[in-house]
């Protein structure tokens, strides 16, 4: 075989998977947002089936010997394949070893501890979901025995599945550092006598309303709905379905516009990630590389950096009062801007504000690694998941459902959450950059997406596919990563707003 | 192979052939509902994919060898398994000597008729789509002379793929007497001196309440909403993705809501027809037998039998009233019954009234056995198509766009428009029949769609996929199957309603 006809066999096979995924991700996609209640169990069969071809494929002889051939004679390809070929080999370092039915037979695991996390939520009680939290653990325990090599933490093996490069000794110092500073600046905020009106942030607003927000918002930012759509789901989520298929779901809540209207911003932003990359990574097959935590530094970019700043809501507040007349009559552009950062430890991570959002993560963080590292008897999770919310942010949780039970992750395993953490200080490195080189309080002011998209399109988009995470962050700002810059950027933003 | 092993393995074969194509289905309601402009085409290479590695399933060796046996076995067999054998081999008769290959060139010359009559439309110029609808009849051709012992007449083998056991002998017989009747009538009908009042059927009224009538419309006929949803399209249809997953779609214009309010209900009578069905025809592999005729019987039986009658309005008129208050103030239940009932010749089947519409089908079927029978020259059917229309209907359309090339059909083959005819007279016949077993008026009035859908479930639903049409008609009714019950129901209605 030459590198040629390896390259072609690889991609053959890539270009069908793919086919077979973007079938499951319709039909996730229809399951998350419209299938009928009853139709779902066949819809979850049919991606099982299709996920499954999908897998076997990597099991045909002539591709391993083609995969193995790329990564050989690696650096004698041109970049994009040899990232191709890295980024292949790095996969089948973890399924090399996995047999289709053992695959199947993981794949149960998890779907029976996701509907049983659901069942344990609604009923707010987390010993019916114990048993499967303890399943999963081995599971994950199983799955990185069985790869190549596997790193002796198998901790720092799932942190890598979502952030390749980043360990536990990493984020040990860095959210460390966080705690030292957030804890005692939260304090400060909640001590200080500012005032922020926040009666209208409740007021009521149609669905129909919302979205006509949601879509000038969606074409502000410079979204292409010839390529995606809006459509509304429980849990919101952008999905690139295809290079021309990328799209945003959102909730809406009569009277909480500000959640419909941020997680619109931040899907956005994931949206734009998607939107904006880089054709040549679709051609390569490379397009699923950028890893989480580079995809939330971008959303949460947008949703956070630009979207809370006084510029976006000088440039929105028009838009706002022409969508919710009503709520808005006696808003002013001051009001709703101090309104959208109103800083209040609470309960909840997805309804968390920008400053404290990071210690709902912090909290779950410090939790699965006690449970990979069996430290903890699972009996014993919600005391402590409730002695760190009352530790970090001074509030205890009145059951289950709105303590440990609240997120989804950990029915299918554990590193995920620092990827969260880690966006905002990545975005906040780069934005750092970014000031440097454009006038981003005037663009944004001006609604000039255009230019701040094309920067990010240059700095931050283009690369993520070709780089792990570090690497990738200092060539953007040509500075090692450090939490510095975010938690420089939050006590100024609220020493600020609170008027420390 | 025992009977029992052939019979597992033809099961497991259809059971991984229904698996693609739920996915297919998943993919094609996408796209006829909400899919991005730009992310088309892929679903379309996507589906194509999946349609192909379910078409290759059926030339596993294994497979035919299983499906042989079972056929010539197929008197030892229990019933259900007894019919699924045969329509395998009735498949099988059409698609064996067609390779994998060879169906992806038909379909790709299907798609491109398909562009090529998009654009035609648009232009209104049927020169645009000349040349593919001469390419599709050369495939349609090259199709039939590839099945096992064809019919010597093309056109047969075209109509038996929707109507099984139907021939354009009967067709002939059949239509000439609705001319016979029809014809006569309406120019009678014409020139009554009776007035309906029409005005307000093009008032205007929004999207969101001709939704919530429509909800309405079909819970009041029992469709079952966890077993399926309501979407919107550009051209409504229903469509059995699984077993559990029904889904009706409409099209909203905000001054035609008689438009939507009748396709609900239609579309309503599709999707009982396969939410009632017996469970055992998906075990047996064979939900997918019943015929065109026989499902536009029951879509028909529930849009004009039922939808249109004098009970059905008594029974809607508040629901229409509270949907559209203000577009209802000054209507009465009298005036609603006769407007939805206006007939009036016009140029497009779809918003033909249910007295005229027979004849826009006549005039379809005389071309399509021309065009099959190579009786004409293409360039002449625009001609032809406006000469039948003045004759029977006496309009004709202004251009190609509201004349021939107004409806998809052709670009994908012939023998399909019949089966709407077909279905009208079908129903008139077990209409004939439930009316001596059921109060349906009473029932209807009263809302009782219950009773009306337990009879629909047992004598019309049950037997209808494992019954050719005219057996299952004669089942029902223990009469031969005739257009008379039909032409006597619209004489009968129309004479009463036009004072004739």
Known sequence: MTLQEALEKVKGTLSQQETYWHAVSLINFDRETICPKDAMERQGETAAFLSNQAFRLEKDPEYIAAAELLYEQREALPEFDRVLA????????KTKNISPELDHEFSLVYQKSYMDWLNAKQAADFSLFAPSLAAVRKVQERQVALRENPLPDAYNELLGDYEAGMTRETLDVVFDRCKERLIPLLKKIQA??????????????????????????LSAMGYNFDRGLLATTEHPFTDGLAQNDVRVT?????????????????????????????????????QYNKTSGMHESVSRFYENVLGRSEAFIHLVY??????????????????????????????????????????????????EKMIMDGAVKTEDLPRIWNEKYQEYLGVTPADDREGILQDVHWSSGFGYFPTYALGNMYNAMYYNRMKQELPVEELVKEGRFDAINAWMTEHVFRTADRREPLVWIKEITGRTFTPDDFLD????????????
């Open 86 to 93: 890295e980024s292949i080999h790095r996969d089948r370092r």
């Open 192 to 217: 200080s006598p500012k005032k922020i009106r926040r009666d209208f942030l409740s007021r009521e607003v149609t669905d129909d309303a919302q979205r006509k927000l949601a879509e000038k918002l």
């Open 250 to 286: 959102t909730h809406f809540y009569p009277t909480q516009f500000i959640s419909s209207m941020y997680s619109v911003i931040h899907e956005g932003g994931h949206a734009l990630f998607e939107q904006l990359q880089p054709a040549e990574n679709f051609e390569h097959h490379i």
């Open 318 to 367: 028009p838009l706002v009062c022409e969508c919710f007349p009503e709520l808005m009559a006696d808003v002013s552009e001051r009001e709703l801007y101090e309104g959208v950062n109103l800083v209040e430890p609470s309960l909840v991570r997805t309804e968390a504000d920008e400053f404290t959002y990071t210690l709902h993560i912090i909290i779950r963080y410090e939790i």
């Open 489 to 500: 950027y939050l006590e100024e933003k609220y020493s600020k707003l609170y008027e420390l």
